[in-house]
C-alpha cells in the first residue's frame, strides 16, 4: 500500500500562496469544511462559513488574506494565503488525486481490434474490447477505455481520456488532454431532410466535429457532425451529461453547459458563455461572448449582448399553478378588460371635469 | 415448446385473494381489459371500466370487492377479489412472464475478459465481450449484458442485472435485485471546475455513486459519481430513461423519476417522491418526503412540505401563445396600468363623494 | 485516389429537371451558396438569397423557374431548373456522398460472436465485437457496427445500418433502410410499476419494439418496448438524438422530432407531425396528423385539430424575469385587484349618471 501523505510545503512549492505555519505538516488529502479533519487541509471560498473555518480541526487552512485578518483572532492554526481559495483547492486536489491513481497500463489489450492502417502511439493505453479502424491516429499517452468504437480517420491527441463505450463516428477530431465520457457519441450525422410531399429525404452530412484542446465531454452527450461544413467545440469547453449539439454548432472556447442542455443545428455560441442544465438554444442562432443563460430557458432568438437571461415559468403549488396557468391562457382577454376599464374612466374622468 | 398455462388456483396460492369460480380454469396469460379473451384473466383497477369489465369474454376477472358488488348482476364468471387489483396485476404478470423467460447462462463468456483480480459468482452469467476490472466483485446470479464495461473496484450484489453496453466506473457499488438498462453510465465525473479567470480547472471527483437494493435504472441514464464524497441512490428507487443525476445528490428511497428529468449536483431529494417526465431539480435544494413534481415543471427553490408542485407555460395553439407571450414578457407594463387606474379612480372616488 | 467528378449531365439524367447550358460541365460536389466555388453545383432555396446566387462562382445552380425568370439578367451560368431546389440538393448530395463511400465489407467480422442459432445474411457486413443471439435474423446489406448489442429474436431488415454501441432488446424488429445511430437503446423496459404501500412492484414488459421502413434513429435515443402490446413507429418516421419514447406509445408515418423530445407512454401521435426540440407529451394522450409542436413546449393535453401550438415562457434579461415571474406567480391577485376596479367604477358609473 503506497502512502499518499504530503508535506504542506510540497504545496506551495508546486501552486504558490503565501504560507503561516509549519512547511513540515503532514496531509493525508483535502475536504470540505464540513469533513476535514487532522488529517486534512481544507479551504475558506465562503465569507459565510468564516466561523466554521476558524473552528476548523483540519490541519491547514486555503484562504484569502481578507478572510484570514478577519479570523485570524480565532485561528491560529496553519494556513495558505492566496487570492483564489477554491482555485486552489481544484490544483490540490488534482495533486492528491495524482498520488492515488492507478496509470493505465501502455499497450494494446490483447481483445482490442485495431486496424493495421491505425497508428496507436506507443505510450497509448488501449482497452478491452476497443475497434480501432483505418487511418485513426492515437496520440501519446492516450487512454481508450473498453468497448470503445473508433471510426476511419479519427484523430486523438496526446494525453486525452475515452472513457468506456464511447463512439466516434468517421474523420472526427479531438484534441489534446480531452476527457471523453462514457456513453457519448461524437459525429452522428446532423438531423437534415428536406421534405417532399410529407417524405423526409435525407441530406447526407458529409462534414466532421473538430474538438479542441482540453475539453470535457459528458456521459451520454452527443455532439452531431455537420452537413457540408464542420461543427467546432473550441478549446476549454466543458459539456456536461446528456446534451444534445446539432450539426453545425459552433461553441465558443471555455463555454460550459450543464446536463441536458440542447443546442439545435447550426447555432453559433460565443466564449466565456454559461449554460445551466435543461436549458435549450434554437437552431442558426447567434449567442454573443460571457452571455448566462438560465436553467430550464429556451432561447429563441439571437442574443447579442453580454448579461444573463432566463425564461421558465415559475414553480408553485399545483393548485396555485392551476389557476394562474388558466388566467396566463386568457392575458389577452385581461388586457381587453383593462382597456374597457381605462375608457370607462376617461368617460367618467371627463363628465366629473 | 413448453406450455405456460396456469390453473387459476395457482395464482391465489401465490398472491393470495378470494376466489369466486373455479380454481380449475385454465389461463394462459394475463391481459389488459381492452385484449382478453377466453385464455387469459384480465383485471378492473379503474371503476369507470366496470361495464366493460362486466362484459369481458376473458376467464377470470381480478378487482376489488367494491367494484364486484357492482358488476355482480350482470358478471357472473370467475373473480379474484383483493383489495388491490393492480398490484395483483403486476404479480401475476410477474409470475406469467417468469414462465415464459429464458434463463440467462451461468459462466462467462469465452468473449468476455475477467480481471483475474476481479472475484465473480460461479451462478453469475457474464456475456459476450463484457470486461471487468480487477477487484471487482460481482455476486450470485447477476447477469451481466454483452459488451458492459465495469471498472475497477466495483461491486454488483446478487441477482442483479445490467443490460447490454452499460458502463459503471471504479468503485460504484450496485445492490441486490436492481436492474440497470442499456446505455446507462454509473460513476462519470460530476461537473466540477474551479474558475481562473475564464478557463475552467476540473475538481478531481473522488467520490463514488452507491446504490442500493430494489433499484432500476433506465436506459441512457448517467449518474455521476460523487466530487469529494459519495452519489447516494437509496434502495427501491426507479430512474426512468435519459435521466441525469449530477454528483453528490442523495435520493431517498422508494422515489420514482419518469423519463429526461434532471437532477443538478447535491440536491438532497426525499423518500416517496414522484418527478413527471423532463422536470429539472437545480443544485444544493432540499426535497422534502412525498414531495411530487409535475411534468415539465423547473424545481429552483428547495421544497420543504408534501405535496404536489407544478410549474410549466400551458400549451396554446401557436398564434394565442404569440399574443400571451407577448402580454408576458410585459407583465410589469399591465401592473403599472393597473396602478393608474387605481389612482385615477381614487380621485374620481374623492371628488364624487 | 478515386476521381469523384461527375457531369452535370449525369444528374439531370437521374434526378429529372430542366437542364439550360452543356450537360459535359464538371462538378466536384455540392456546396450551399456561401461556399460554392467554380467545382461545385450550388442551389437556391431561399427567394431571400437571390442575388447571392446571381453573383455565385458556382459551376451549376438548382433553382425553380420563378428564380430563374428573377436572376436571369444577372446570371447566365448553367442551370437545373425544378420546382424542389432543396430535395433535389438532398439528392443530389446523396449521389455524391455515395461516390466517396467507401462499402462496408460483407461479413463477419473475427471478433464478433454470433450465436450459431442466429440467421446472418452473406451480404450483411459485421462489425469488430458485436454480438447477435439466437434467432435474430440479419437481412441481405444490413450493416452493423462495433461493439452493437442483438438480443434474441430480433429481427434487422434488408439494408439497415445500425452504427456502433447500440442495444437492441430481444425480439425487437427494424425495417428495411433504416439508420440507427451510436448509443441508441431500442427495446429497454418500459417505466411501469404498480404501488403498494410507497413500494414499487414491477410489471413485466413483455411486449416489442416494431419500427418500420426507412426510420433514422438519432444517437442516444431510447425507445421502451410495451407492457403487454408493442410500441410501434411508423414507417419514416425521422428520430433526433437524445430522444426518448415510452411504452407502448405509437409514432405515425412521416412524422419528425427534433433532440431531446420525451414522449410519455401510450402517447398516440399522427402522421406527418413534427416536434421541435425538448417538446414533451404526457402519457396517454392522441396527437392527430399534421400537428407541429414548437421547441420547449409541453403537451399535456390531447391535440385533435391539425396546426402549430406552442407553449414556453419567453427568454428575457434574469432582471426583467425575475419581475415578471413574481407577477406571473400573483396573477390571481392582479385579476383580483381588476375586479376591485369593476366593481368601484361600477358604483362611479351608477353614481354619476
Chains 1, 2, 3 share one sequence.
Request: hydrophobic residues 45%; aromatic residues 6%; proline residues 3%.
Amino acid at each position: 500500500m503506497t502512502t499518499t501523505s504530503t508535506r504542506l510545503g510540497e504545496l506551495v512549492d508546486r501552486f504558490g500562496g503565501h504560507l503561516i505555519g509549519s512547511p513540515d505538516i503532514m496531509l493525508a488529502g483535502i475536504a470540505p469544511l464540513s469533513d476535514a479533519d487532522e488529517r486534512h487541509i481544507t479551504f475558506l471560498s465562503n465569507a459565510k462559513l468564516r466561523a466554521q473555518a476558524a473552528a476548523t480541526r483540519a490541519a491547514a487552512l486555503i484562504l484569502t488574506a481578507a478572510d484570514h485578518a478577519q479570523i485570524a483572532a480565532d485561528y491560529a492554526g496553519a494556513c495558505i494565503v492566496t487570492p483564489h481559495p477554491y482555485v486552489y483547492f481544484a490544483r490540490a486536489a488534482q495533486y492528491f488525486a495524482s498520488l492515488k491513481a492507478i496509470p493505465a497500463l501502455a499497450g494494446i489489450h490483447p481483445s482490442a481490434w485495431v486496424s493495421p492502417h491505425a497508428i496507436v502511439a506507443a505510450s497509448a493505453s488501449i482497452g478491452a474490447h476497443v475497434s480501432i479502424e483505418a487511418e485513426a491516429v492515437i496520440g501519446e499517452n492516450v487512454v481508450i477505455g473498453a468497448g470503445v468504437a473508433i471510426g476511419r480517420g479519427v484523430g486523438i491527441a496526446d494525453h486525452t481520456q475515452v472513457h468506456a463505450n464511447v463512439s466516434i463516428y468517421d474523420y472526427c477530431s479531438i484534441g489534446r488532454r480531452c476527457i471523453v465520457h462514457s456513453g457519448a457519441v461524437i459525429g452522428a450525422d446532423g438531423f437534415g431532410f428536406a421534405n417532399e410531399r410529407g417524405n423526409w429525404i435525407k441530406i447526407p452530412q458529409t462534414g466532421r466535429v473538430l474538438i479542441g484542446d482540453d475539453v470535457e465531454i459528458g456521459a451520454n452527450t452527443s455532439i452531431d457532425r455537420g452537413a457540408l461544413t464542420d461543427t467546432v467545440i473550441e478549446e476549454g469547453v466543458k459539456l456536461d451529461n446528456q446534451i444534445q449539439i446539432g450539426h453545425n454548432c459552433h461553441i465558443g472556447a471555455h463555454t460550459a453547459m450543464a446536463g441536458c442542455v440542447g443546442v439545435a443545428g447550426s447555432a453559433r455560441i460565443g466564449k466565456y458563455c454559461t449554460f445551466g442544465g435543461a436549458a435549450m438554444v434554437l437552431g442558426h442562432l447567434t449567442i454573443a461572448d460571457h452571455v448566462h443563460i438560465s436553467s430550464g430557458s429556451m432561447v429563441s432568438r439571437s442574443i447579442l449582448e453580454a448579461g444573463q437571461y432566463t425564461g421558465f415559468y415559475p414553480l408553485a403549488k399545483n393548485a396555485d399553478w392551476e389557476k394562474t396557468a388558466a388566467i396566463v391562457r386568457n392575458l389577452s382577454g385581461m388586457r381587453e378588460k383593462i382597456r374597457q376599464l381605462e375608457k370607462t374612466i376617461k368617460t367618467l374622468t371627463e363628465k366629473s371635469s
